[in-house]
C-alpha cells in the first residue's frame, strides 16, 4: 500500500476509533479526510505540521495530507514552534481559516511523502527524523485473529511508539480506543468497559498499571512493551496474570524506526540474530558494547555520523552477551560515572526490582566533589510491605549482584515516580 489513505480502503474500512463520547469508523475517516483534503487542496505538495489536539482530528489530517503533502510533521503543541519557518501548521482551529472550499481532493498520483517525527529529549529542541510510509508500516502485522482484536493506546500518536499502535490497528481492521482520562485506575476502567485486548506501553507504564490492581479485571489476548529495557521480572508479572497472552518487547526508535521484536518473553533478545539477523534487519556489537543496526528501510540523512561504511547504525545502546542471550545494559548517554567507574541506571533498576516488594525505582546520579558522581535511587514499595525489612533485602541483594560502586549511596522511599510524556522513566531531579 502506497499512502493511509490506500491501507484503510482495502482493508473494507471495517476498524474504528472508539473515543469517551463516541465510535469512528475507518469510513467516516475517510470521508473527513478527503473534505479536509479539498478544503486545503492549497497545500498540495507543500509540507504541514500536524498539531496534536484530539485523536481524531489528528488521525484525518494525517489520512488527508499523506500522498498529497510533502511533508508531514507530527508534533505536539509545544514541539510544533520547533519545526521549519515554511511549514504550514494545521491544527483544528486551522479550519477557521479557510471558509471557501476549493477543488482537488482526489489522489490522482500519490506523492512519497515524508513522515518527520521528534525525538522523545527533553531539552533544547527537538530533532526531526524522516521516515516514509512504507517504513513505518514495515513491522504492521495483518490476519483475521488481529482484525477481531480492541487496541489500547497509552502513547501520545504524534510519538512513534503512538504512531505504531495507531497503525497496527487501523490498518489490521481492528478497533482503538482514545480516552481522555487522566488516571490510570479511571483509564483501566473505560479499557474494561470497551473490552480491550490488546495494550502496548513502556515497562515503566506497565509497572505503574500493575500497581493500580486493576489490570486483572482485562482480558488481553497481545501485550507489547516498548520503549525502555523490558527486564525478566516486568515480563514475568505480565506472563503472571496473563499466561496465555501474546508478549512481545518492540526494539525501535523514532530515528531508526521498528528494528526488531522479541515473543519468546525473556530479556533481551537470542545471540543467534547477531549472525542470522531478524526480520529485515542485521545486527553486530561494536568494540564498546554498542548495538549496531543495519535496517532494509532508508534511514534519515542526519544519521550519516553514526553509520558506519557498511551501512550499520550506532544505537548509543549498550549490550552485555550472556551465554545464548544479548542483554540490554542502557544508553551510553545516560552512564553514571562513579570515579572513572560506569554505572547503568537500569542495572541498577533491575537489581532493585527483582527485591520482593519494590514496585518501582528511579536510579540517578548525584553530583559529588570527589568522585564526580554517586548514585542514588526512588523506591516505590507495595502496601503491605516494611519499608526497613524491603531496604535491608535490598542491601543484602545489592550486595550479591553489584560491584561497590554500582550500588546506591541513598535509598529513598517515594509515593510515585514519574514517567515523562513518551512515557519513559523520568530520571531528572527537575521536571523535563
Known amino acids: ?17 472508539i473515543t469517551d463520547a463516541d465510535k469512528v469508523t475507518a469510513e467516516l475517516l475517510l470521508a473527513e479526510a478527503l473534505a479536509l483534503r479539498t478544503a486545503f487542496a492549497k497545500l498540495k505538495a507543500k509540507s504541514v505540521a500536524v498539531v496534536n489536539t484530539d485523536s481524531i482530528s489528528f488521525v484525518t489530517a494525517l489520512i488527508a495530507f499523506d500522498g498529497f503533502c510533502e511533508k508531514i510533521y507530527l508534533c505536539s503543541r509545544d514541539s510544533v514552534k520547533d519545526t521549519p519557518q515554511d511549514v504550514y501548521r494545521w491544527s483544528v482551529k486551522s479550519i477557521s481559516d479557510f471558509t471557501e472550499v476549493t477543488q482537488g ?32 508500516i514495515s513491522q504492521i502485522r495483518v490476519s483475521d485473529t488481529l482484525k477481531n482484536l480492541c487496541w489500547a493506546n497509552l ?28 488516571s490510570l485506575i479511571d483509564k483501566v476502567k473505560i479499557f474494561a468497559q470497551q473490552g480491550v485486548s490488546a495494550i502496548s506501553a513502556t ?14 479485571s482485562l482480558s488481553l489476548s497481545n501485550i507489547t512493551l516498548g520503549g525502555e529495557i523490558a527486564d525478566q521480572g516486568i515480563l514475568d508479572s505480565l506472563s503472571y496474570i496473563f ?35 531478524v526480520n529485515s534487519a542485521e545486527l553486530m556489537v561494536d568494540d564498546n558494547q554498542h548495538l549496531r543496526i543495519k535496517p532494509k528501510g532508508e534511514l534519515d540523512k542526519s544519521l550519516a555520523a553514526l553509520i558506519d561504511s557498511n551501512g550499520f547504525l550506532d544505537t548509543q545502546d549498550r549490550v552485555d552477551l550472556l551465554n545464548d542471550r544479548v542483554l540490554f545494559l542502557g544508553r551510553a548517554s545516560g552512564i553514571i560515572n562513579v570515579g572513572g567507574n560506569k554505572v547503568h541506571p537500569e542495572k541498577v533498576e533491575s537489581v532493585l526490582l527483582s527485591v520482593d516488594g519494590v514496585q518501582q525505582s528511579r536510579v540517578y546520579a548525584k553530583a559529588n566533589s570527589v568522585l564526580g558522581a554517586l548514585v542514588e535511587a526512588d523506591i516505590v514499595i507495595g502496601k503491605s510491605f516494611d519499608w526497613s525489612s524491603v531496604l535491608k533485602n535490598i542491601r543484602e541483594e545489592c550486595k550479591l549482584q553489584l560491584q561497590r560502586f554500582e550500588i546506591p549511596v541513598k535509598l529513598t522511599q517515594v509515593a510515585n515516580i514519574r514517567v515523562n510524556s513518551s512515557g519513559k522513566l523520568s530520571r531528572s531531579n527537575v521536571n523535563d
Open 1 to 17: 500500500m502506497s499512502t493511509f489513505e490506500s491501507g484503510l480502503h482495502s482493508l473494507n474500512k471495517q476498524s474504528q476509533i
Open 105 to 136: 481532493g482526489e489522489l490522482s498520483q500519490p506523492l512519497q511523502t515524508k513522515w518527520y517525527l521528534a525525538s522523545s529529549g527533553t531539552s533544547g529542541k527537538p530533532k526531526w527524523f524522516s521516515h516514509s510510509f512504507n517504513n513505518l
Open 155 to 182: 502513547y501520545e500518536p504524534h510519538r512513534f511508539a503512538g504512531l505504531q499502535v495507531l497503525l497496527q490497528a487501523l490498518l489490521s481492521g481492528a478497533s482503538l480506543v482514545v480516552t481522555e482520562q487522566t
Open 203 to 216: 515497562p515503566s507504564m506497565w509497572r505503574q498499571l500493575l500497581m493500580t490492581n486493576q489490570l486483572q
Open 243 to 277: 499466561p496465555k497472552a501474546n508478549i512481545r518487547h518492540i526494539y525501535a526508535s523514532t530515528e531508526a524506526g521498528v528494528g526488531f521484536v522479541v515473543s519468546d518473553k525473556r530479556a533481551g533478545f537470542p545471540k543467534s540474530w547477531l549472525q542470522e539477523g
